[in-house]
């Protein structure tokens, strides 16, 4: 029976973290179908450039407490399985990236849809850890306020989680299974952002914040820059 409690806990915790926020505030707020715009990605990211600033804010809020609530539920349910822990929260950004509730079919084939679990990973960090939000979050806002790119952002949350829990484990005062969390969560960043990857290593990712702003002056005063370079700053993600 145990198992059985911790079978359907876990995919609770996939369906949480299935739950399209983003393709709900943004119909709510504009009518669009958020899967039509940009990137095409139900997160925080792109409901910001469909739907504008606070779309994109309370799109990541709800998105990370979704994941955290998936964590808390089943800490509550098994206090010191701390594997269980681990997995709820990978099911949460599992369920964020390839929603049940998004599938399609392409060329014949079932494909889900989602998100790249920025938001859902920061959310189960909280969950196994209220506390590294004093970390994750300052830390993501800084990187990406520094660098203007918000899929190297979204990569280095699960860097950071890795070191804050690895941390804790070597002074004794978390497990080290909290920290393999940040390693599995940083490989589904990854695999989510491969397309991302290789466009910062080509060096054409879509530049966001003052960064972009920035481009886009510097564009726009250069007599010499040819238009196809004037609109590279609004390349989607």
């Known amino acids: ?3 059985l409690g911790n079978v359907l806990l ?24 958020l899967r039509q715009e940009h990137s095409g990605r139900t997160g925080g990211t792109n409901a910001g450039r469909a739907a504008g600033l606070w779309a994109g804010v309370a799109t990541a809020l709800l998105d990370g407490s979704k994941a955290a609530t998936a964590v808390w539920l089943v800490r509550a349910a098994q206090p010191e399985a701390f594997w269980l822990h681990v997995a709820a929260g990978l099911l949460a950004i599992v369920g964020h990236n390839y929603s049940i509730f998004l599938i399609e079919r392409v060329e014949g084939k079932p494909r889900l849809r989602g998100g790249a679990g920025g938001a859902p990973s920061v959310g189960a960090a909280i969950g196994l850890w209220a506390p590294s939000a004093m970390i994750t979050i300052p830390a993501a806002v800084l990187i990406l306020y520094g660098v203007g790119y918000a899929s190297l952002t979204t990569l280095s949350i699960g860097l950071t989680c890795v070191a804050l829990f690895a941390a804790r484990a070597m002074l004794g005062i978390g497990p080290w299974e909290y920290a393999a969390y940040g390693v599995a969560a940083e490989i589904l960043l990854v695999l989510a952002l491969r397309s991302n990857i290789q466009r910062l290593m080509q060096g054409n990712e879509r530049l966001v914040g003052w960064r972009a702003r920035r481009a886009q002056r510097l564009a726009a005063s250069s007599p010499e820059t040819p238009a196809s370079a004037a609109s590279e700053s609004n390349r989607t993600t």
Do not use: E, N, W
Not at 12 to 19: F, N, V
């Open 1 to 3: 029976m145990q198992l």
């Open 10 to 33: 876990l995919i609770l915790a996939y369906l949480l973290g299935s739950i399209p926020f983003g393709l709900v505030v943004v119909r709510l707020a504009t009518g669009k179908d």
